[in-house]
């Protein structure tokens, strides 16, 4: 009866996340500052939105907002999605055949990477990764294939996320006659690397070669610290036919509870990401749908205006990621400031020195520094290692993953807490 309905093999070694087991250790533990969370901690979505999702919701909106929509993406958000990126990329996007609207970035990536990774294909990896690229692989029965970006810095007083590269002749070892897929992430979590036009160039290069599809996932594309600057995949030479791009209705609106994602990509890619859909998911939520469109034609409006969200997003929160940068670094961190995204990773093992490390359980060094912290400094933390293969994990070990999307009493919150820890 056990082995009968054991979870099924595709799915093997998939079964431990680590945001489970931290947010149930934030519950047991209580402590004082989260800063493990990737969302903010006060409202920081632009003020029209609730608006728009009372107006949608109002008793006297239309009564097909209740209703099933179309099962590729409400009809006015995928217009607006092609409208934004046929803006930005200076191309049209068709809204029916080149957009799907999707529960959150998330599934989109799933219809992607199901869409065209089986049996016999690889999929390429850049380490340290979002978690979720290598379940979403192994359970289609393709097998991943790991390049990390390595820490290059020389500077010990300041380390940049740019500092993280990727080995030109690492990278192109990992490309065969069976990869499928490359899966890139720029603005990059964890890392906030933010992967320039040279480095870009690289990777499409490889990927026409060798006839491979990148999923480039540029959820944060509008939290960007100058001077870097964002260049999206599909706007390189020859890669729109090969690029499809992922984004984030929860990520540029500072709304993860809406949970509206998206790809857009070339008819002839997205047909594989509707099978996909359409067996899976097959409907998102109406109401939300049309909130989400809402905005996106309201931001599309104010493109280039002072009053643009999405291009002011990045100036509100550069001056937090600079002060926690500070106060991490005072606390005798080794923080690696961010190009983009809002999380920062800080090299711990510095302060190996005051913390227990034997008194906690965990697979690699840095769990056991982010559990101790969480249970006697009441700072709770992610540990980086848990975004490589296990084979690498001595690359993120010494390292801890930070949120400063948070309002500033938390960080001056924080900081109190490193201070009275270290005796400041």
């Given at each position: 009866?056990?082995?009968?309905?054991?979870?099924p093999k595709r799915y093997e070694g998939t079964e431990y996340c680590v945001w489970i087991e931290y947010?149930?250790?934030?519950?047991?533990?209580?402590?004082?500052?989260?800063?493990?969370?990737?969302?903010?901690?006060?409202?920081?979505?632009?003020?029209?939105?609730?608006?728009?999702?009372?107006?949608?919701?109002?008793?006297?909106?239309?009564?097909?907002?209740?209703?099933?929509?179309?099962?590729?993406?409400?009809?006015?958000?995928?217009?607006?999605?092609?409208?934004?990126?046929?803006?930005?990329?200076?191309?049209?996007?068709?809204?029916?055949?080149?957009?799907?609207?999707?529960?959150?970035?998330?599934?989109?990536?799933?219809?992607?990477?199901?869409?065209?990774?089986?049996?016999?294909?690889?999929?390429?990896?850049?380490?340290?990764?979002?978690?979720?690229?290598?379940?979403?692989?192994?359970?289609?029965?393709?097998?991943?294939?790991?390049?990390?970006?390595?820490?290059?810095?020389?500077?010990?007083?300041?380390?940049?996320?740019?500092?993280?590269?990727?080995?030109?002749?690492?990278?192109?070892?990992?490309?065969?006659?069976?990869?499928?897929?490359?899966?890139?992430?720029?603005?990059?979590?964890?890392?906030?690397?933010?992967?320039?036009h040279d480095e870009l160039q690289l990777i499409a290069d490889l990927c026409k070669k060798h006839d491979?599809?990148?999923?480039?996932?540029?959820?944060?594309?509008?939290?960007?610290?100058k001077p870097a600057k964002h260049i999206r995949m599909a706007s390189l030479p020859g890669m729109w036919?090969?690029?499809?791009?992922?984004?984030?209705?929860?990520?540029?609106?500072?709304?993860?509870?809406?949970?509206?994602?998206?790809?857009?990509?070339?008819?002839?890619?997205?047909?594989?990401?509707?099978?996909?859909?359409?067996?899976?998911?097959?409907?998102?939520?109406?109401?939300?749908?049309?909130?989400?469109?809402?905005?996106?034609?309201?931001?599309?409006?104010?493109?280039?205006?002072?009053?643009?969200?999405?291009?002011?997003?990045?100036?509100?929160?550069?001056?937090?990621?600079?002060?926690?940068?500070?106060?991490?670094?005072?606390?005798?961190?080794?923080?690696?400031?961010?190009?983009?995204?809002?999380?920062?990773?800080?090299?711990?093992?510095?302060?190996?020195?005051?913390?227990?490390?034997?008194?906690?359980?965990?697979?690699?060094?840095?769990?056991?520094?982010?559990?101790?912290?969480?249970?006697?400094?009441?700072?709770?933390?992610?540990?980086?290692?848990?975004?490589?293969?296990?084979?690498?994990?001595?690359?993120?070990?010494?390292?801890?993953?930070?949120?400063?999307?948070?309002?500033?009493?938390?960080?001056?919150?924080?900081?109190?807490?490193?201070?009275?820890?270290?005796?400041?």
């Amino acid at each position: 009866m056990d082995n009968k309905f054991r979870l099924p093999k595709r799915y093997e070694g998939t079964e431990y996340c680590v945001w489970i087991e931290y947010r149930q250790l934030a519950m047991d533990y209580k402590p004082e500052c989260n800063l493990s969370s990737g969302f903010p901690d006060f409202p920081a979505f632009p003020a029209y939105l609730t608006n728009y999702i009372a107006d949608v919701v109002d008793k006297e909106s239309d009564h097909l907002m209740h209703q099933y929509t179309r099962g590729f993406g409400h009809p006015r958000l995928v217009k607006a999605i092609s409208e934004l990126y046929g803006k930005l990329l200076g191309r049209k996007i068709d809204p029916q055949s080149e957009v799907l609207a999707t529960i959150g970035g998330y599934e989109a990536l799933f219809c992607a990477i199901h869409g065209f990774a089986g049996p016999g294909d690889e999929v390429i990896i850049v380490e340290p990764y979002f978690d979720c690229y290598v379940p979403m692989t192994v359970s289609t029965g393709a097998t991943p294939v790991f390049v990390p970006l390595r820490n290059k810095g020389s500077n010990p007083n300041y380390a940049s996320s740019k500092d993280w590269v990727l080995d030109p002749d690492e990278l192109a070892r990992a490309f065969n006659s069976r990869t499928k897929l490359f899966i890139l992430n720029t603005p990059h979590n964890p890392l906030g690397k933010v992967f320039t036009h040279d480095e870009l160039q690289l990777i499409a290069d490889l990927c026409k070669k060798h006839d491979v599809i990148c999923i480039s996932d540029e959820v944060y594309e509008w939290l960007v610290y100058k001077p870097a600057k964002h260049i999206r995949m599909a706007s390189l030479p020859g890669m729109w036919e090969r690029t499809i791009t992922i984004g984030s209705a929860g990520k540029i609106l500072s709304a993860t509870g809406l949970k509206i994602g998206w790809a857009y990509c070339p008819a002839r890619l997205m047909e594989s990401l509707l099978v996909v859909h359409q067996n899976s998911v097959r409907c998102g939520v109406t109401l939300v749908q049309e909130a989400t469109a809402r905005c996106l034609e309201h931001e599309l409006s104010l493109l280039g205006t002072p009053d643009c969200y999405l291009e002011n997003l990045s100036t509100i929160l550069q001056p937090k990621r600079d002060y926690f940068c500070r106060v991490l670094r005072d606390a005798g961190f080794a923080p690696s400031i961010p190009e983009g995204g809002y999380f920062i990773v800080s090299k711990w093992s510095i302060l190996a020195h005051k913390v227990n490390l034997d008194s906690e359980t965990g697979p690699n060094r840095d769990f056991k520094f982010t559990k101790w912290m969480t249970k006697n400094v009441k700072l709770h933390g992610i540990p980086v290692s848990c975004f490589y293969r296990e084979q690498n994990v001595s690359l993120g070990e010494d390292y801890v993953r930070y949120c400063f999307f948070k309002k500033d009493e938390t960080l001056v919150k924080a900081e109190s807490i490193l201070k009275n820890w270290i005796g400041m």
